[in-house]
């Protein structure tokens, strides 16, 4: 099989496995994903520390005129947030105002939403241009634009949505049109803005009368943010462990009126005794994408490391040598590592910089083979990844669009108990066994043992509690006795208790 044919088929499966989608939520252990022909595509998350779209009042901690930013007081014992001046604008009090110590001062109070999640040595990033966000539009209270989504490509259908928002658009506000607004009947985007006017309301009334650093307005409803966020008409099922969690999808999806005669998605409830997540391989998956080392079905292998700064992602031949020709082998690896790759750069939301090093291609027609065949992966990342360049070296340098925290970031901040604990399974299984031949080691020394040396003792005195406490360093409890002639009836008594008994009682 020639190189063409084999790009056709690789093609052709993932074109394939796009076709069967299918959402797995599991209620109770606040995480869900998106699954398509039973692969894991991408995991959501809510936790209670900060997250993107998290709107605060926050306190103005330190201004730092040299860099344009300051540091602003979220809460008493969370890390403060983050600000540039270009995130300030709403504030800025003339168009042509360039020091932030003109905008902002110590101890001011500021409305500000966040836009980057913390990372281990870091604050979240913050903005002062709040976004409330809806199913189709997108509300923008200190700006006067409209802006379409880059997603919806045909253009009359931008045209009209463009046509639409300026109709509809508040005089004072912006919207922002999704690309879920794509062949949705007008009266369901009007209803969706109006909800979000009144949300928008709502914070603005509890901004007024708050005045210290707290939360506002956060999303917590794992089930609301599904069907917002990752809810289309390719989606085939939704499961869900819970029943009240089932109530909500058909409440959300009937406010959205994204059910119609047309609609073929099919609620299921799961309850059965094992865990949702594990009847879907969600927390293997969940474990394999925790590991660096990832082995490639052509039988070469991928290592990520993630750095605060970069991740690197290593590709290697392993025991690939299917072909006789060298060039054509490297080349076929390196299309297998990039399938993974960009599998891997969703599944563990890898963000900021990123940089691979492909196994080295001397022919520049191959280098463009892959970068087009590698940048075709991509297009299907909401993420945005973006190709910034093959170095000399032969690096391929690319960035990805910040969606919350990594799966790594989310485990090593302990947020959320479900990713924390699966990254301890490994762990706890050694110290459990362990614990196991510790209490096998323990039996064997009480139980088993013989004790040979004679023990001759003399007559009984009976002394009072209070003598024995002023007496020794230790007392013994009434409610349970140590049984000297039978020890093993004294089973929870530490063998060196038995000679300080008797001590006692000599």
Known sequence: MNLCKCVFIINALSYVLKMVKKIVISRFNNIA????????????????????NDIYIGVVAKVFSSINAAFIKLSETKKSGFIHISDIKPLKKRRNTHYITEVLSVHQLILVQIIKEPTKNKGPRLTANINITGKYIVLMPFCNTICISDKIHDQNERIYLHSLALLIKPSTMGILVRSAARGVPNNIIINDLSRLKNQWSFIEKLAIYTNSPQLIYKETDLVQRVIRDYYEKDVENIIIDSKDGLKQIKHHLQRWECITPKTQVKLQLYDKPECILEEFHIKQAILKALQPKIRLASGGYIVIESNEAFTVIDVNSGSFNKSNNCNETI????????????????IRNINGIIII????????????????HFGHLLNSDDARPRIVQLSKLGLVELTRRRRGQSLNELVNSKTHAYLNASK???????????????????????????????????????????????????SLDRSNTI????????????????FKAIKILE
């Not at 080349?331 to 969703?346: G, H, P, S």
């Not at 492909?358 to 087009?372: A, G, P, T």
């Not at 039978?486 to 060196?496: A, F, G, H, K, T």
């Open 33 to 52: 994903a998106v699954l398509q022909k039973n692969k894991i595509q991408e995991l959501i998350t809510i936790n209670n520390s900060y997250q993107v």
């Open 331 to 346: 080349l076929r690896i390196n299309f297998y590592a990039a399938i993974e790759v960009a599998y891997q750069l969703k």
């Open 357 to 372: 090093d492909f196994i080295d291609m001397q022919s520049k027609k191959d280098q463009l083979q892959l970068l087009e």
């Open 424 to 474: 301890n399974t490994n762990i706890k299984h050694k110290e459990q066994k362990d614990t196991l031949a510790i209490h096998r080691n323990i039996k064997s020394l009480f139980f088993n043992r013989t004790f040979n040396k004679t023990i001759n003792l003399k007559t009984k005195e009976f002394v009072s509690h209070i003598a024995l406490q002023n007496s020794y360093y230790i």
């Open 483 to 498: 049984n000297l002639l039978d020890p093993c009836q004294s089973y929870i008594i530490p063998l060196v208790l038995y």
